[in-house]
């Protein structure tokens, strides 16, 4: 694996992990938009995001509540999800 392509994958994993710890009600069912949050986040941090990607970025993070407007209109759950045994 390139260096570019070893760094990459270090923002992405990064971003995950931010977006893990600040959005505590996303659960295995948000994986997918998750990672291309943390795809956009992480071209976003590299100066590699364009103004269609930074459009892109702001629609998913309204869809995982990350935004002020959007995060009013989550709800916690009630019952702890089973850890995924993938991501450990």
Not at 11 to 19: P, Q, V
Request: hydrophobic content about 45%.
């Amino acid at each position: 694996m390139s260096s570019e392509k070893r760094l990459r994958a270090t923002a992405e994993a990064d971003a995950w992990c931010a977006f893990e710890a600040s959005l505590p009600w996303l659960n295995r069912s948000r994986r997918t938009i998750v990672e291309i949050a943390a795809i956009l986040q992480a071209r976003l941090a590299s100066g590699t995001l364009g103004v269609p990607g930074m459009h892109l970025y702001r629609v998913v993070l309204r869809q995982l509540g990350a935004t002020p407007a959007s995060a009013s209109r989550v709800s916690m759950p009630t019952t702890p999800e089973e850890p995924d045994d993938l991501l450990d």
